[in-house]
Structures are given as structure tokens and as C-alpha cells.
């Protein structure tokens, strides 16, 4: 009879445990569900959106003004490379080996100077493009953060990687540029 009791007790126990079990089932899966369903994305087109910011065209102008200091210190060095070659070119037979050889080296010496002139300001023209252009993506990428938060949105995704875009992703270059007052 005890042994009945306690199969009894341990049934109504296991009862009890699957209507618990069941009632946690559904609720995680309805709140599962839920959560699944809210989740919100976005894309924009972050070169379009720095293209149209103001700020960009006074970089553009600040950049243009470093490069053509670059250009016209790499034109004054190529002048100085024709002039030295003009001379070379204009010796003739009674001036010696040692001139003509002294000759060549400072031609040599300003084509060594004009390439390493060149691989230097391409990296000058990198960073300063870099410099000019960071407070730009920044202050894109800050307007984007404020409008993803207030869209409720969990990922923004650039447009221009993107492979599939769904109709249901939040185009927010229109909402950005409102933010920062772009037309």
C-alpha cells in the first residue's frame, strides 16, 4: 500500500512538473517569437552620404591645395633634372671623362631624388586625406548611431557590400541627412 502511495505521490509530481515544463515552454517560445519578429536592420549608402555633406567640399579644397605644394616641389625637382640633362646632353668631345662622369652621378643623384620625392608624397597625399577626411566618416557614423537608436534598429549595413537587400531593411540615408540637415 506504501508502495502505492508513493507511485501515486511521484505521479502527481511528474503531472504537475510537465504542466510547469509546458507553461515555460510556451512562454519562451512565444517571447522567442516576439523578439525574433522585432528584430530591425538597416542599410545606408555611406559614400553617397559624405559625398553630399558640406564639410566635404572645404576637405576636397584643403586636400587639392596640399597636392598641387606637392606637384609644384616635384616640378621645380623635374626642372632640375632636364636642366642637369640639357648640360650633359651639351658637352661635347673636348670636355673629360671626369666632368662628364660627374655629370651623370648629379643626374643620377636628382632621378633617385624625384623617386623617393614621389613615394613620399604619395604617402604625405594618403595621410593627409586620412586626417582631412576622419571628422567627416566620424560625424556620418555618429548621425548614423543616433538614427539606428532611434529607429530601434540592431545592425546598419553599407549598401555597397551588401548582396541581398530586403524590402523590410531601413533605408536611413534620408533619415541621416534630416539629422544633419542636408537637403
Known amino acids: 500500500m506504501l508502495y502505492l502511495q ?25 517571447t522567442t517569437a516576439a523578439n525574433a ?5 538597416g542599410h545606408v549608402d555611406l559614400q553617397g552620404l559624405i559625398q553630399v555633406m558640406p564639410e566635404r567640399a572645404s576637405a576636397e579644397q ?3 591645395a596640399f597636392q598641387a605644394d606637392l ?7 623635374q626642372k632640375d633634372y632636364q636642366t642637369k640633362l640639357a648640360e650633359f646632353e651639351q658637352m661635347d ?14 643626374i643620377q643623384d636628382v632621378q633617385q631624388r624625384i ?21 567627416i ?15 530601434g534598429l540592431i545592425y546598419v549595413f553599407e549598401v555597397n557590400s ?5 524590402n523590410q531593411s531601413v533605408d536611413v540615408l534620408p533619415l541621416v541627412k534630416s539629422k544633419l540637415g542636408i537637403q
Open 6 to 30: 508513493a507511485k501515486i505521490k511521484t505521479s502527481l509530481i511528474m503531472k504537475d512538473f510537465m504542466k510547469l515544463l509546458a507553461i515555460l515552454l510556451i512562454t519562451v517560445s512565444a
Open 37 to 41: 519578429q522585432s528584430l530591425k536592420f
Open 62 to 64: 584643403e586636400f587639392n
Open 71 to 77: 606637384e609644384e616641389i616635384l616640378g621645380e625637382m
Open 93 to 106: 668631345e673636348s670636355v673629360s671623362e671626369i666632368k662628364k662622369n660627374a655629370k651623370v652621378a648629379e
Open 115 to 135: 623617386q623617393n620625392y614621389q613615394v613620399t608624397a604619395q604617402q604625405q597625399l594618403q595621410q593627409k586625406n586620412n586626417e582631412i577626411m576622419k571628422p
Open 137 to 151: 566618416y566620424d560625424k556620418a557614423k555618429e548621425a548614423i548611431a543616433e538614427v539606428a537608436k532611434e529607429q
Open 162 to 166: 551588401l548582396i541581398y537587400n530586403s
